[in-house]
């Protein structure tokens, strides 16, 4: 094999660890994919001589992707500002669920699910500061040094450390999800699933806790809710009249972000990925509702 041979081999397999660092930091597979792309364009942009002084490619590829994320990040609190109603991460389908196998280096297929894609962590570190994120997701999801992190947001590591302990403090003050066991939150989506065919409000109502929040985005390209909806029974009413104005409707269970969830197919085509947080009694506190046709592309191989 030649150097250059050796240099590709080098760095393609890079891509994988690079992908699940951006996702996390961005929310958006679309926005990772970019930044990766990105990354590489850098890496072969220089001198053959320089690539071979560098000692760990790895390395120097995760911080120039941690950058360019960072930059987005930036750009992006502004731009959400615009965004028409709520804005939600995307939703992750798991493959492996379903057979298939990667195609076309699709991003998707390159993510690892774990308790850190969970939507309801994702959802929080959406109200981090770009440098809280960054410094968290890379020490207390990929255990990277604070040397490293600092490298990447121009600070010191002690200063990386301080944001990594608040951003920590974000995740702890946030309600997050009960420690409810997979067989208990697959049975209490099942549920949900049920009732909601059957147009069963009363029933959809007895799986939903009272204070159960319910957030959909739409981005302003399909029509939905723009504001949470509170209530376990405005929810119940919300989902029921969906069901009424969309005939045909079909509801698959599949994991979304490494948990339970469901898939709304109408005439083939994926219309909303929803995800769910469960209680330690099986009820549903929240709901998270994708229907953006830009952030369902992953799915569009549902069968």
């Not at 939507?119 to 929080?124: I, T």
């Not at 009732?195 to 981005?219: F, N, S």
């Amino acid at each position: 094999m030649g150097a250059a041979g050796a240099d590709i081999d080098a760095v393609s397999g890079e891509r994988r660890q690079l992908i699940n660092v951006a996702y996390r930091l961005l929310g958006s597979l679309a926005e990772a994919e970019d930044a990766v792309q990105e990354a590489y364009a850098r890496w072969y942009a220089l001198p053959r001589s320089r690539r071979g002084e560098i000692l760990s490619p790895g390395g120097w590829l995760t911080t120039v992707t941690g950058r360019i994320c960072l930059d987005v990040l930036g750009s992006a609190r502004a731009r959400r500002e615009r965004y028409v109603g709520a804005w939600l991460p995307d939703p992750l389908p798991d493959r492996a669920d379903w057979g298939l196998v990667s195609e076309g280096g699709d991003p998707a297929d390159q993510m690892i699910l774990d308790e850190s894609v969970a939507m309801a962590l994702l959802v929080v570190l959406e109200s981090m500061t770009p440098a809280e994120r960054v410094a968290f997701v890379l020490h207390d999801v990929f255990r990277y040094p604070f040397a490293e992190i600092a490298a990447i947001l121009g600070r010191t590591p002690a200063a990386c450390k301080q944001l990594a302990a608040s951003a920590r403090r974000r995740v702890r003050d946030a309600p997050g999800p009960a420690a409810v066991a997979g067989d208990g939150r697959a049975e209490a989506v099942r549920r949900v699933k049920e009732a909601w065919e059957r147009k069963d409000i009363a029933a959809l109502i007895d799986l939903l806790d009272p204070a159960a929040v319910m957030t959909a985005d739409g981005g302003g390209l399909v029509g939905t809710v723009r504001r949470p909806i509170e209530g376990g029974a405005r929810i119940a009413q919300y989902m029921v009249a969906i069901a009424d104005r969309a005939p045909g409707l079909e509801l698959l269970e599949r994991s979304v972000n490494g948990a339970p969830g469901l898939v709304a197919r109408r005439g083939g085509t994926v219309m909303t990925v929803a995800s769910f947080d469960v209680d330690g009694d099986g009820l549903i506190t929240r709901i998270w509702a994708v229907r953006n046709p830009e952030k369902l592309r992953p799915w569009l191989r549902d069968g």
